[in-house]
């Protein structure tokens, strides 16, 4: 198994409901081949080796974000994200906030006023097998958030299996 499509796990700390009740839900999941690696060592061998070619078009995006009043992160955050230990709800991890985090999930997303996303890295223990579960959650506010969606999906579904494939091939999963 690579990168394959699937539902957000029920265990997860997204919740059923809000997953399904938002305008945008999808799901990837991917096997671990070090399940001894603790949720923040997932987090960053799949969200901390960005390539450059994604990275400069997450800055290009977020510099027109700003200009429509959205809070975005900065350059830096995008080009080297601080990798620390220690993580808890309401510090960041790469880019964004903590919302949850437990020993086998993490939730971070961001708040706008046109759409709101939240970002879970759930590991998945099931019989021999231990999986890593990315789901983005997308809750929108208005039309500039549908709309900001359309432009940005087809972006995001290839940018998330490309980094959930970089890692399962790197063997940093």
């Known amino acids: 198994m690579d990168v394959v499509d699937c539902n957000c796990p029920s265990d997860s700390a997204l919740g059923r409901e809000f997953v399904e009740s938002a305008y945008f839900h999808d799901s990837y999941r991917a096997a671990l081949a070090h399940p001894e690696l603790g949720i923040v060592d997932i987090f960053f ?35 080297s994200p601080a990798i620390r230990s220690g993580h808890r709800v309401g510090d960041k991890i790469g880019p964004w906030p903590i919302y949850f985090i437990a020993e086998n999930e993490i939730v971070a997303g961001r708040d706008n006023k046109h759409l709101d996303f939240r970002l879970s890295v759930l590991k998945v223990k099931g ?21 900001y969606l359309f432009v940005i999906l087809p972006f995001h579904r290839t940018g998330v299996r490309a980094l959930m494939s970089n890692a399962v091939a790197a063997r940093r999963l």
Do not use: S
């Open 45 to 79: 061998a799949l969200f901390g080796h960005t390539p450059l070619w994604m990275k400069l078009l997450l800055i290009v995006r977020n510099v027109i974000a700003r200009f429509a009043g959205l809070d975005t992160p900065t350059i830096g955050e995008v080009m």
């Open 127 to 147: 019989g021999v097998a231990t999986d890593v579960v990315v789901t983005t959650v997308c809750t929108v506010h208005n039309v500039f958030g549908k709309i």
